[in-house]
């Protein structure tokens, strides 16, 4: 059993920051990608982040060079931070990540249930 556990959303004015974290725990034998997604009501998901295994990352279009997602091997957290946040980027936060898991050769898919980032002044 994997669990993804987000932290970090809140409440930050306009032009300020926040770093979300995501910890995978369970019986992990590697995890190959973790993303961040966001999806406001009524709207599609939007991928926003993603490291891969090799640290090779990509970012949405809407984010580039205010987001940056890292990772900390050793805790098997990932975090994004958040920069010069927009009334925009005003959603709910996920994370996704696809992990081997002991017993098994296949990846799995795993969602994290999901941390509010409120951008208001």
């Known amino acids: 059993q994997v669990q993804l556990v987000e932290s970090g959303g809140g409440l930050v004015q306009p032009g300020g920051s926040l770093r979300l974290s995501c910890s995978a725990s369970?019986?992990?034998?590697?995890?190959?990608?973790i993303r961040w997604y966001r999806q406001a009501p009524g709207k599609q998901r939007e991928l926003v982040a993603t490291?891969?295994?090799?640290?090779?990352?990509n970012y949405a279009d809407s984010v580039k060079g205010r987001f940056t997602i890292s990772k900390d091997n050793a805790k098997n957290t990932v975090y994004l931070q958040m920069n010069s946040l927009k009334p925009e980027d005003t959603t709910v936060y996920y994370c996704?990540?696809?992990?081997?898991?002991?017993?098994?050769?296949?990846?799995?898919?795993?969602w994290g249930q999901g941390t509010q980032v409120t951008v208001s002044s």
């Open positions: 996704n990540a696809q992990i081997k898991v002991l017993g098994s050769h296949l990846l799995y898919d795993y």
């Open positions: 369970g019986s992990i034998v590697s995890i190959y990608a």
């Open positions: 490291i891969a295994s090799g640290d090779s990352t």
